[in-house]
């Protein structure tokens, strides 16, 4: 089956499956590097590294792009002018409240449905659509409880600890390349225990539960409403959407600290980090990783280290 690349949560996978194409969220690797791109510097290593990683792959049949942030949007110009690949990009609005941003999110979704169409070489019907929207609410609801079951035991919270005893804390920010994940065993082996994962590949990422009445009325529509109406992130105004999702969930897993994972040259985390500070009255660990920079490096070994030493 053709594969189809992405990295943004607001794509949904589900449109991707029903039109008999295979979508791949990409991890990218910080050692993916983008030819003919001499200087690195205001790069987000991460919109870099997608890059990298898409074209590297020319078996690809399409990469889906979104307009989150400025990075993105030049991601989507490189790989354009590359030539190697159909590209799509998606306008997601950054205003949240308002029907006119649901309304443009949803005919955007429209448009990317003609461009899978297209590739894919088939127009799936409403019922295979919302087949293929079930079928993926199943899987993430097994994984939710899969990934509940096998936390049990560090989710309860007495005394500031979890019942591992390790510190609870909340791991927030943007995309992680595929080595920063090694953060998640630096922060167990240095005392601490993840109870939010509030990065992009983690809870805060997953689309709201199926309506059935709704999807019964247009697969479409409440594909739309399932991911925009609910999904926080970083680029939305006003921000509170996000704050206010991070604030319930410190409130019941009783979180010590923040970890803020952002890359050096991300203005939309930089800026978060102030609002993060000033909404939660809780040490913050603003862990900005650089071009070479991951868990593994002295650096931030240390930093996390320290914090954590500071907690216990
Ligand atoms: S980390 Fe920041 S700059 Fe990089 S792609 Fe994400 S939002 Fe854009």
């Given at each position: 089956m053709c594969r189809i690349a992405y990295c943004c949560p607001?794509?949904?996978?589900e449109l991707i499956s029903a039109c008999r194409l295979q979508p791949w969220p990409v991890i990218p690797r910080a050692s993916c590097r983008v030819r003919g791109l001499t200087s690195v510097a205001g790069v987000c290593p991460y919109a870099r590294a997608f890059v990298g990683e898409v074209l590297g792959?020319?078996?690809?049949?399409g990469v889906i792009v979104t307009t989150r942030c400025d990075q993105m949007r030049r991601a989507a110009d490189l790989l354009s002018e590359a030539k190697q690949l159909p590209v799509f990009l998606l306008n997601v609005p950054?205003?949240?409240?308002t029907q006119s941003a649901q309304v443009l999110y949803r005919s955007e979704i429209a448009r990317l449905a003609r461009f899978l169409a297209e590739l894919g070489n088939c127009t799936p019907s409403n019922d295979v659509l919302a087949e293929s929207i079930r079928q993926y609410a199943h899987r993430r609801n097994f994984q939710n409880g899969s990934a509940c079951s096998a936390s049990a035991g560090a989710s309860g919270v007495t005394a500031g600890r979890s019942s591992n005893g390790r510190v609870p804390l909340a791991l927030v920010g943007g995309p992680l390349l595929?080595?920063?994940?090694?953060l998640f065993d630096l922060v167990s082996a240095c005392?601490?225990?993840?109870?939010?994962?509030?990065?992009?590949?983690?809870?805060?990422s997953m689309p709201g539960p199926i309506d059935e009445s709704r999807l019964a009325l247009s697969p479409l529509n409440e594909l739309a409403r399932m991911y925009f109406d609910v999904i926080p992130d970083v680029?939305?105004?006003?921000?509170t959407r996000l704050l206010d999702w991070l604030e319930g969930r410190i409130r019941e897993r009783q979180v010590r600290g923040l970890i803020v994972h952002r890359y050096m040259w991300c203005d939309l985390w930089h800026a978060e980090v102030g609002r993060l500070r000033s909404r939660f009255d809780l040490p913050l660990l603003d862990l900005d990783s650089g071009d070479?920079?991951?868990?593994?490096t002295a650096r931030m070994t240390t930093r996390v280290q320290a914090f954590l030493e500071a907690l216990q």
């Open positions: 607001f794509v949904p996978p792959n020319p078996d690809l049949r950054r205003t949240w409240q595929w080595e920063h994940f090694a005392g601490g225990s993840i109870l939010i994962d509030a990065t992009e590949s983690g809870e805060r680029f939305q105004r006003p921000g070479e920079d991951g868990p593994n």
